[in-house]
Protein backbone atom coordinates (compact mmCIF):
# COMPACT_ATOMS: atom_id res chain seq x y z
CA UNK A 1 0.00 0.00 0.00
CA UNK A 2 1.43 3.53 -0.19
CA UNK A 3 3.45 4.69 2.09
CA UNK A 4 4.31 8.03 3.93
CA UNK A 5 6.99 9.15 6.20
CA UNK A 6 7.41 12.14 8.48
CA UNK A 7 10.19 12.96 9.78
CA UNK A 8 11.42 14.45 12.48
CA UNK A 9 9.04 11.33 14.64
CA UNK A 10 9.56 13.91 17.69
CA UNK A 11 11.57 17.17 18.50
CA UNK A 12 12.29 18.79 21.51
CA UNK A 13 12.93 22.64 20.74
CA UNK A 14 13.43 26.21 22.81
CA UNK A 15 10.62 28.60 22.80
CA UNK A 16 11.75 31.10 19.88
CA UNK A 17 13.22 28.36 17.34
CA UNK A 18 11.62 26.98 13.97
CA UNK A 19 11.30 23.93 13.51
CA UNK A 20 10.52 21.90 9.87
CA UNK A 21 8.93 18.96 9.60
CA UNK A 22 8.80 16.62 6.26
CA UNK A 23 6.34 14.53 4.51
CA UNK A 24 7.31 12.23 2.47
CA UNK A 25 5.16 10.13 -0.05
CA UNK A 26 7.18 7.34 -0.65
CA UNK A 27 5.74 5.32 -3.72
CA UNK A 28 3.34 7.28 -4.99
CA UNK A 29 3.28 11.08 -6.52
CA UNK A 30 0.80 13.17 -4.42
CA UNK A 31 -1.00 16.34 -5.59
CA UNK A 32 -2.38 17.12 -2.60
CA UNK A 33 -1.02 17.14 1.33
CA UNK A 34 -2.62 17.90 4.22
CA UNK A 35 -1.52 19.16 7.47
CA UNK A 36 -3.23 18.78 10.53
CA UNK A 37 -2.67 19.13 14.37
CA UNK A 38 -4.05 16.72 17.05
CA UNK A 39 -4.06 17.34 20.83
CA UNK A 40 -4.06 14.51 23.01
CA UNK A 41 -7.61 12.90 23.72
CA UNK A 42 -8.66 15.13 20.74
CA UNK A 43 -9.30 15.47 16.97
CA UNK A 44 -7.38 15.76 14.24
CA UNK A 45 -7.25 19.58 13.25
CA UNK A 46 -6.67 20.42 9.48
CA UNK A 47 -4.52 23.09 9.18
CA UNK A 48 -3.47 23.36 5.82
CA UNK A 49 -4.48 21.93 2.27
CA UNK A 50 -0.63 21.92 0.19
CA UNK A 51 -0.58 21.41 -3.32
CA UNK A 52 2.27 21.17 -5.41
CA UNK A 53 3.42 24.07 -7.18
CA UNK A 54 0.99 26.27 -5.31
CA UNK A 55 0.53 28.36 -2.34
CA UNK A 56 -1.02 26.25 0.62
CA UNK A 57 -4.93 26.42 1.71
CA UNK A 58 -4.55 27.26 5.23
CA UNK A 59 -7.93 27.02 7.30
CA UNK A 60 -9.45 29.79 9.59
CA UNK A 61 -7.82 30.61 12.40
CA UNK A 62 -4.11 29.37 11.04
CA UNK A 63 -1.49 31.97 10.94
CA UNK A 64 -0.40 31.21 7.81
CA UNK A 65 2.80 33.09 8.54
CA UNK A 66 3.59 30.93 11.70
CA UNK A 67 2.86 27.71 9.79
CA UNK A 68 4.90 27.91 6.50
CA UNK A 69 4.73 25.06 4.42
CA UNK A 70 6.07 24.76 0.99
CA UNK A 71 4.84 21.93 -1.28
CA UNK A 72 8.22 21.71 -3.89
CA UNK A 73 7.59 18.27 -5.56
CA UNK A 74 5.02 15.81 -5.96
CA UNK A 75 6.02 13.40 -2.83
CA UNK A 76 7.59 16.39 -0.25
CA UNK A 77 5.55 18.93 1.84
CA UNK A 78 7.49 20.67 4.90
CA UNK A 79 5.66 22.83 7.63
CA UNK A 80 7.95 25.14 9.05
CA UNK A 81 6.48 25.85 13.23
CA UNK A 82 7.99 29.64 13.05
CA UNK A 83 9.19 30.84 16.09
CA UNK A 84 7.46 28.41 18.03
CA UNK A 85 5.85 28.53 21.80
CA UNK A 86 4.60 25.88 24.31
CA UNK A 87 1.25 26.23 23.14
CA UNK A 88 2.29 24.95 19.47
CA UNK A 89 3.42 22.32 21.72
CA UNK A 90 1.61 19.41 19.65
CA UNK A 91 1.05 15.93 17.83
CA UNK A 92 1.40 17.12 13.61
CA UNK A 93 0.39 15.01 11.18
CA UNK A 94 0.29 15.15 7.49
CA UNK A 95 -1.48 13.30 4.98
CA UNK A 96 -1.26 12.23 1.31
CA UNK A 97 -3.97 12.33 -1.05
CA UNK A 98 -4.20 9.26 -3.63
CA UNK A 99 -6.89 8.95 -6.07
CA UNK A 100 -7.43 5.31 -6.47
CA UNK A 101 -9.53 3.05 -9.54
CA UNK A 102 -12.95 3.70 -9.27
CA UNK A 103 -12.39 7.47 -8.86
CA UNK A 104 -12.25 7.04 -5.15
CA UNK A 105 -9.87 9.29 -3.25
CA UNK A 106 -7.61 8.01 -0.15
CA UNK A 107 -5.64 9.84 2.11
CA UNK A 108 -2.48 7.78 3.74
CA UNK A 109 -1.26 9.27 7.09
CA UNK A 110 1.88 9.87 7.67
CA UNK A 111 2.80 8.65 11.17
CA UNK A 112 3.16 11.88 13.04
CA UNK A 113 5.94 14.36 14.39
CA UNK A 114 5.25 14.96 18.12
CA UNK A 115 6.41 18.61 18.57
CA UNK A 116 7.61 19.51 22.41
CA UNK A 117 8.03 23.29 22.84
CA UNK A 118 10.35 24.57 26.51
CA UNK B 1 -17.92 26.20 8.02
CA UNK B 2 -18.66 22.50 7.91
CA UNK B 3 -18.86 20.28 10.91
CA UNK B 4 -19.37 16.53 11.63
CA UNK B 5 -20.66 15.34 14.90
CA UNK B 6 -19.88 12.13 16.31
CA UNK B 7 -21.21 10.39 18.96
CA UNK B 8 -20.23 8.39 21.73
CA UNK B 9 -17.04 9.84 23.13
CA UNK B 10 -16.07 6.94 24.22
CA UNK B 11 -17.28 3.37 24.97
CA UNK B 12 -16.45 1.01 27.40
CA UNK B 13 -17.39 -2.84 26.17
CA UNK B 14 -16.95 -6.32 27.44
CA UNK B 15 -15.16 -8.38 24.52
CA UNK B 16 -17.83 -10.12 22.43
CA UNK B 17 -20.27 -7.23 22.74
CA UNK B 18 -20.74 -5.18 19.82
CA UNK B 19 -20.18 -1.51 19.23
CA UNK B 20 -21.72 1.36 17.30
CA UNK B 21 -20.54 4.89 16.19
CA UNK B 22 -22.59 7.65 14.93
CA UNK B 23 -21.60 10.31 12.76
CA UNK B 24 -24.15 13.31 11.62
CA UNK B 25 -23.72 16.61 9.90
CA UNK B 26 -26.42 19.58 9.26
CA UNK B 27 -25.04 19.28 5.69
CA UNK B 28 -24.96 16.93 2.57
CA UNK B 29 -22.09 15.26 2.24
CA UNK B 30 -20.46 14.35 -0.97
CA UNK B 31 -18.44 11.40 0.93
CA UNK B 32 -17.49 9.99 4.31
CA UNK B 33 -14.54 8.09 5.35
CA UNK B 34 -14.22 6.38 8.40
CA UNK B 35 -10.59 5.80 10.25
CA UNK B 36 -8.79 3.68 13.07
CA UNK B 37 -6.09 5.06 14.98
CA UNK B 38 -5.00 2.70 17.51
CA UNK B 39 -3.25 4.12 20.88
CA UNK B 40 0.08 6.61 20.16
CA UNK B 41 -0.27 5.77 16.36
CA UNK B 42 -1.66 7.54 13.34
CA UNK B 43 -4.90 7.43 11.65
CA UNK B 44 -5.73 4.25 9.40
CA UNK B 45 -7.70 4.49 6.64
CA UNK B 46 -11.25 1.76 6.61
CA UNK B 47 -13.08 2.97 3.82
CA UNK B 48 -15.22 5.19 2.14
CA UNK B 49 -18.80 5.74 1.36
CA UNK B 50 -19.76 7.49 -1.68
CA UNK B 51 -23.42 6.70 -2.56
CA UNK B 52 -26.64 7.42 -0.58
CA UNK B 53 -28.22 4.10 1.27
CA UNK B 54 -24.60 2.82 1.04
CA UNK B 55 -23.79 -0.47 2.97
CA UNK B 56 -20.39 -1.99 3.27
CA UNK B 57 -18.97 -5.09 5.54
CA UNK B 58 -15.59 -5.64 6.40
CA UNK B 59 -15.10 -8.85 8.09
CA UNK B 60 -16.22 -7.86 11.42
CA UNK B 61 -17.19 -4.18 10.72
CA UNK B 62 -20.49 -2.57 9.02
CA UNK B 63 -20.45 0.45 7.34
CA UNK B 64 -23.67 2.61 6.46
CA UNK B 65 -24.51 5.77 4.74
CA UNK B 66 -27.56 7.38 5.07
CA UNK B 67 -29.76 7.56 2.48
CA UNK B 68 -30.15 11.27 2.86
CA UNK B 69 -26.19 11.16 2.64
CA UNK B 70 -26.37 13.30 6.22
CA UNK B 71 -25.10 10.33 8.42
CA UNK B 72 -22.96 6.85 8.85
CA UNK B 73 -22.78 4.80 11.13
CA UNK B 74 -19.56 2.19 11.91
CA UNK B 75 -20.93 -1.36 13.79
CA UNK B 76 -18.40 -3.70 15.36
CA UNK B 77 -19.82 -6.93 16.01
CA UNK B 78 -18.52 -8.98 18.73
CA UNK B 79 -15.70 -6.80 19.52
CA UNK B 80 -12.46 -7.91 19.92
CA UNK B 81 -9.19 -6.67 22.29
CA UNK B 82 -7.76 -5.59 18.90
CA UNK B 83 -10.57 -3.34 18.67
CA UNK B 84 -9.42 -0.73 20.67
CA UNK B 85 -9.08 2.66 19.10
CA UNK B 86 -10.26 5.57 18.36
CA UNK B 87 -12.31 5.39 15.33
CA UNK B 88 -12.95 8.67 13.03
CA UNK B 89 -15.50 10.01 10.66
CA UNK B 90 -14.34 12.43 8.26
CA UNK B 91 -16.64 14.05 5.51
CA UNK B 92 -15.04 14.85 2.51
CA UNK B 93 -16.36 16.95 -0.17
CA UNK B 94 -16.19 16.54 -3.89
CA UNK B 95 -13.03 15.10 -5.08
CA UNK B 96 -12.82 13.33 -1.39
CA UNK B 97 -10.21 16.68 -0.79
CA UNK B 98 -10.12 18.87 2.62
CA UNK B 99 -11.43 16.22 4.65
CA UNK B 100 -12.90 17.10 8.01
CA UNK B 101 -12.66 14.97 11.19
CA UNK B 102 -15.54 13.94 13.58
CA UNK B 103 -14.54 14.15 16.93
CA UNK B 104 -13.67 10.81 17.60
CA UNK B 105 -15.26 7.26 19.70
CA UNK B 106 -12.79 5.83 21.81
CA UNK B 107 -13.46 2.43 21.93
CA UNK B 108 -12.24 0.57 25.01
CA UNK B 109 -12.93 -3.49 24.99
CA UNK B 110 -12.04 -5.82 28.22
CA UNK B 111 -11.32 -9.17 27.98
Not at chain 1, 54 to 76: M, P
Not at chain 2, 29 to 54: A, D, M, T
Request: glycine fraction near 8%; charged fraction near 15%; charge should be positive.
Amino acid sequence: GAVVSQHPSWVICKSGTSVKIECRSLDFQATTMFWYRQFPKQSLMLMATSNEGSKATYEQGVEKDKFLINHASLTLSTLTVTSAHPEDSSFYICSASALLAGGLNEQFFGPGTRLTVL
Amino acid sequence: GQQVMQIPQYQHVQEGEDFTTYCNSSTTLSNIQWYKQRPGGHPVFLIQLVKSGEVKKQKRLTFQFGEAKKNSSLHITATQTTDVGTYFCAAGNTGGFKTIFGAGTRLFVKA
